[in-house]
C-alpha cells in the first residue's frame, strides 16, 4: 500500500525551497558543483542546478557519482551490482561540492559517495542536500540542506517516483528488509 507524501507540484515547491537555501549560504556559486547519488540523486541535481541557474544567471557544474563499489552491504546483498559510470567532467579539487540524493536513511550510501569523492580529490568542503530525511541513522551523517523530514519505522521506505518528467514521493510498507 502507498501512500503519497509529496506530488509534483509539491516536489518542485521543495526542490525550489532546497535551491533557495544554497543561494542564501553560497552568495559565490563560482566554485560550487552539484554532484548527484546516481540515479534519483542525479535527477534531484539536474532539477536543483536548473532552479538556481535560472535564479541567478550562473551555470553550475553538474556531475554524477556511483556508489556502487563503495558500499559496505554490496558482499552481503543477494542482488547483483549494476555498476554505472562516474561522470565528473571537472577537477573537484578546492570546490565546494553539494552532494545530492533523494532519501537519507542509514547514511551509508552518503558514505560511499563521500568515499568515491574523496577518491577524485580533494574538494574544499563537501555538504548534502535530501528531499527527504527519514531518520534511521547508523552512521554519524546529516543533512546541510533538507526538504522534509519524515520519520518512518524501519518496515516502511520512501520512493521518488519519476515518471515521464513527472515526479512523485510515496511511503509504503517494505517486508523486504533491504537496506538500498
Avoid at 525550489?16 to 553560497?26: D, G, H, P, V, W
Avoid at 524501519?154 to 515521464?164: A, C, F, P, R
Wanted: aromatic fraction near 4%; proline fraction near 3%.
Amino acid at each position: 500500500m502507498q501512500k503519497l507524501i509529496m506530488d509534483n507540484t509539491e516536489l518542485d515547491n521543495v526542490l525550489a525551497q532546497i535551491s533557495e537555501q544554497i543561494i542564501q549560504k553560497n552568495k559565490n556559486l563560482c566554485d560550487v558543483a552539484l554532484v548527484g547519488i546516481r540515479k534519483k540523486g542525479r535527477y534531484l541535481a539536474q532539477l536543483i542546478a536548473s532552479y538556481i541557474e535560472e535564479q541567478k544567471q550562473i551555470k553550475l557544474l553538474l556531475g554524477t557519482v556511483d556508489t556502487t563499489l563503495y558500499r559496505d552491504d554490496i558482499s552481503t546483498s543477494a542482488r547483483r551490482p549494476l555498476l554505472c559510470h562516474t561522470e565528473i567532467p571537472f577537477a573537484i579539487s578546492d570546490k565546494k561540492i553539494i552532494l545530492v540524493d533523494d532519501v537519507l536513511y542509514t547514511g551509508r550510501t552518503i558514505r560511499a559517495a563521500l568515499d568515491a569523492l574523496i577518491d577524485l580529490g580533494r574538494p574544499q568542503v563537501i555538504e548534502l542536500a535530501v528531499l527527504i530525511d527519514r531518520g534511521h541513522r547508523e552512521l554519524p551523517i546529516c543533512a546541510d540542506y533538507v526538504g522534509e523530514k519524515i520519520p518512518t519505522t524501519q518496515q516502511e521506505t520512501i520512493k521518488l517516483i519519476i515518471e515521464n518528467k513527472s515526479h512523485k514521493v510515496v511511503m509504503q510498507k517494505d517486508n523486504s528488509n533491504k537496506k538500498w
